[in-house]
């Protein structure tokens, strides 16, 4: 396949690439102190102040980094007496780390700069029903107190961390780190160097598909996933979102079927079992080895299904209940599984689990283009060997969290499925006359959730619902979208994962699946779209968060990777390997 290349004498994007991150400036949507030409040239001052300060290590000291004297004298070891050896002494290293430093810098500043459009939402409503605001105060409807609001839009504009505190809240629940939004990092993309496209419109038929298919998530939480091809509720899903207009998930000859629901149109997602095998297999942990079998919920169990709850959740009161959990552990089964897995796990969790189990099968599955592949003399350790790859594993996940936090809060402050339930609940019973697309209003999923509930509400799988930060891009499809792409990069995406499972309806085993080979390559990207939907079935995010933060963090793992591309000694001919979108990219 052909795609974006990289070229890495001058670490210069095509045109593609350059056309994707040239997004519209005129009607850009952020919120920040500073334009994005002006943080862009920052950026890159952050840089060159660190470059500085290293290369003019240990006299900087007596400027603004003072070192204590035992430190100084340390670093200021005679020239005249040193051992090392090398093609380049001391004075000469330090010149080419610094050029290696400001050549990283000037390659992030001269990228085209990225437009910030949003969806219009907060300029076209004047109540802010399609903008998020969980945390504040709200009326009896669930509108956002529009003086909080405008003091929470006045902080995100300043960025004075003064402002932050004098947010007005409904509650005792805090907001998420907005402040992250405003981060610089020392390697890869400013997370404000970054674009992301905008998220459906609340009224839109877009959005009505989207919100249609998390009804139909939280409906068929407990299904497992081995039954989807016979259950009625995942026949009846669907086939109900084959009928909207705008519906963007995956389809089969035109229509949404149980083998393309809930997944996503990327390589390897729609092969095999639902679950990707990194979720399942044993994890190789040191001298030990960690099963895959988790704490689970007990089924049937859902919150936020009175209004009155829902309310109190959105001024930012304490959930009033408590997940119960079932006593066995189990393998990851069905939706409510996977969203309290998804619920409890840390931010690099999932990816460094899959980078251990790919480590544990040896040389064989390392990417091709490995350096030390076919060395008679060598193997890889530092470079290119197990502590380069975890490393790169777990350092990408903050600054794919900082990319999603600045579109979160600068940028799009999309509202959460749980406050748009709250506004079909208030459509549908009269209490309100808000524009939402009669396709949902219309549909099986909003009946199916009546039916069961007595609400319009969408029920949930967290007693607290959302987190207190807004939902587009996705945090988790962000960070597993640079995660797995770190992966790609490092072992071969061809190779053929050995004696693949799928979990029993029950999670209580594992058996032998027996269909199509599963790749190293489709088994991440399903790990990644896994991570991305998975929240969707705990009722907290939309598929666009997902699919649109997978690309997000796709980028950001890129430009790591190009960043440090001029570091290695190594005769390296570069990384190559499989976009989400199907294309290939050398770096």
């Known amino acids: 396949m052909s795609g974006d290349i990289l070229l890495p004498e001058k670490k210069e994007v095509n045109q593609g690439a350059a056309a994707d991150l040239q997004l519209n400036m005129e009607e850009p949507c952020e919120l920040e102190p500073v334009s994005v030409r002006k943080r862009c040239q920052k950026e890159c001052q952050v840089h060159l102040n660190a470059a500085e300060f290293e290369k003019n290590l240990p006299h900087v000291f007596s400027n603004k980094k003072r070192a204590c004297q035992g430190d100084t004298a340390d670093l200021n070891l005679n020239l005249g007496d040193s051992c090392d050896i090398g093609p380049e002494n001391t004075r000469q290293r ?24 949003c969806n219009g939402d907060e300029l076209l409503y004047v109540n802010k029903i399609g903008n998020y605001s969980k945390a504040l105060p709200h009326n009896h409807l669930g509108e956002v107190n529009l003086n909080a609001y405008q003091a929470y839009i006045e902080t995100l504009t300043t960025g004075d961390p003064a402002d932050f505190a004098t947010i007005p809240l409904g509650g005792v629940v805090k907001l998420t780190n907005p402040q992250a939004a405003y981060a610089y990092e020392m390697a890869g993309p400013d997370s404000h160097h970054l674009g992301t496209v905008p998220p459906p419109a609340f009224s839109s038929a877009w959005e009505a598909g989207e919100m249609a298919e998390v009804y139909w998530q939280a409906l068929t939480r407990d299904v497992p996933f081995t039954d989807y091809d016979t259950n009625p509720l995942t ?22 079927t149980p083998g393309t629901l809930f997944r996503m149109d990327i390589p390897g997602d729609l092969v095999g079992p639902y679950v990707s095998q990194f979720l399942w297999k044993n994890i190789p942990y040191g001298a030990t080895s960690i099963t895959q079998r988790y704490q689970v919920p007990v089924a049937g169990v859902d919150y936020m299904t009175t209004y009155a709850e829902w309310l109190n959740i959105q001024n930012g009161l304490p959930p009033a209940a408590a997940i119960q959990y079932e006593g066995t552990p189990r393998y990851i089964r069905n939706g409510r599984d996977m969203g309290e897995y998804l619920h409890k796990d840390f931010s690099c969790e999932a990816t460094l689990s899959a ?30 060997g197990a502590p380069h790859i975890l490393d790169f594993v777990i350092r990408v996940s903050r600054v794919a969290l ?19 339930g709250g506004s079909v609940q208030n459509r549908l019973t009269g209490a309100a006359c808000y524009p939402i697309n009669p396709e949902l209003l219309n549909s099986q999923a909003v009946s199916e959730v009546f039916n069961k509930y007595g609400v319009y509400l969408l029920p949930q799988a967290y007693p607290e619902g959302c987190p207190t930060h807004p939902a587009y891009p996705s945090g988790h499809a962000t960070y597993i ?14 190779f053929v ?29 399903k790990l990644a779209v896994n991570i991305a939907m998975g929240r969707d079935f705990a009722g907290i995010h939309w598929r ?19 960043d440090y591309r001029d570091t290695y000694n190594e005769d390296f001919i570069g990384f190559s390997f499989t976009k989400f979108d199907g294309t290939t990219i050398i770096i």
């Not at 780390?97 to 910030?116: I, S, T």
């Not at 050995?498 to 991440?524: F, H, I, K, Q």
């Not at 666009?544 to 190009?562: F, H, P």
């Open 355 to 384: 980078c251990l189990i790919l480590l544990g099968l040896g040389v064989n599955a390392l990417a091709p283009t490995n350096p030390y592949l076919h060395s008679d003399t060598q193997v890889g350790f530092s470079t290119f």
């Open 235 to 256: 026949l009846a899903a669907a086939s109900d979102l084959s009928g909207f207009s705008d519906f963007r998930g995956p389809k089969a000859g035109g229509l949404v």
């Open 481 to 494: 979208g640079a995660g797995v792409t770190m992966l790609k990069a490092f072992f071969k995406e061809s």
């Open 544 to 562: 666009t968060d997902g699919s649109e933060g997978l690309k997000l963090g796709e980028t950001v793992a890129i430009r790591i990777l190009q």
């Open 94 to 117: 330090r010149q080419s780390a610094y050029q290696v430093r400001l050549n990283a810098a000037g390659f992030e500043r001269d990228l085209p700069l990225p437009g910030h459009p």
């Open 402 to 420: 900082e990319a999603a936090w600045f579109q979160k809060f600068l940028v799009h402050r999309r509202l959460r499925p749980e406050e748009f």
């Open 497 to 525: 994962l050995p004696n693949p499972v799928v979990a029993g309806p029950d999670g209580l085993s594992l058996l032998p699946y027996e269909g199509p080979p599963l790749t190293v390559g489709g088994e991440l990207n």
